[in-house]
């Protein structure tokens, strides 16, 4: 498999090697929360980490499914959770083969896509789709991460790998999505790049 093994990031977590943590959750999912436009549902939150999101969506009264690749960022979730006094499912899992029992609602999806290598995007968003009810919503931040030796040499750095807008629209198409018009929120990410958050329907 192409990219970056779950050792991998199983190292990071426990070398605290977690630049993208904020240690909170993103700004743009609390505005999407506090304006209403993201509302209590059965959701689901792919590769999170260290569970800020997911915290976050169950104090409001979401069912969530926190889903991850390592067994360090599970138990961080985990623990958070505890800590809160708050309960939610949280998975080890593959994204890319993982099931659900049953059609989420919609998908917080932050920081997986771009954690992925590119060869097994459409794969990733395939599953996504299959993953949602028809109408469900993925509310999603696109990493902005331009890199000299990608736009130039045609290289492919990461992670986080860039996920230029119009690839997206590629890997999301709209024969399966609804998009929005531009522009999109602009959100500041720590590691001096920025997101495009967007919700994406499911036709």
């Given at each position: 498999m192409a990219g970056p093994t779950p050792e991998f990031w199983q190292q990071r977590f426990e070398n605290n090697?977690?630049?993208?943590?904020?240690?909170s959750p993103s700004p743009q999912l609390l505005a999407w929360l506090d304006s209403g436009e993201l509302?209590?549902?059965?959701?689901?939150?792919?590769?999170?980490g260290s569970g800020w999101e997911v915290a976050e969506l169950t104090k409001r009264a979401f069912e969530v499914t926190g889903i991850d690749y390592t067994s360090a960022a599970v138990e961080k979730t985990s623990e958070l959770l505890l800590r809160r006094t708050l309960r939610a499912e949280?998975?080890?899992?593959?994204?890319?083969?993982?099931?659900?029992?049953?059609?989420?609602?919609?998908?917080?999806?932050?920081?997986?896509?771009c954690a992925i290598h590119p060869d097994h995007w459409f794969q990733y968003a395939s599953q996504l789709r299959e993953w949602?009810?028809?109408?469900?919503?993925?509310?999603v931040l696109f990493m902005q991460m331009i890199r000299p030796a990608a736009s130039e040499q045609g290289l492919i750095v990461?992670?986080?790998?860039?996920?230029?807008?119009?690839?997206?629209?590629?890997?999301?198409?709209?024969?399966?999505?609804?998009?929005?018009?531009?522009?999109?929120?602009?959100?500041p990410h720590p590691n001096l790049a920025h997101e495009l958050g967007l919700q994406l329907v499911r036709r």
């Open positions: 090697e977690t630049g993208w943590d904020q240690g509302h209590p549902c059965r959701i689901c939150v792919p590769g999170c949280v998975i080890q899992a593959d994204v890319l083969s993982y099931q659900p029992k049953k059609h989420f609602d919609a998908i917080y999806e932050q920081t997986c896509l949602l009810k028809p109408g469900g919503s993925l509310w990461g992670p986080p790998f860039h996920c230029d807008i119009n690839a997206m629209r590629a890997l999301f198409p709209d024969s399966y999505w609804v998009w929005p018009k531009p522009p999109y929120a602009r959100v």
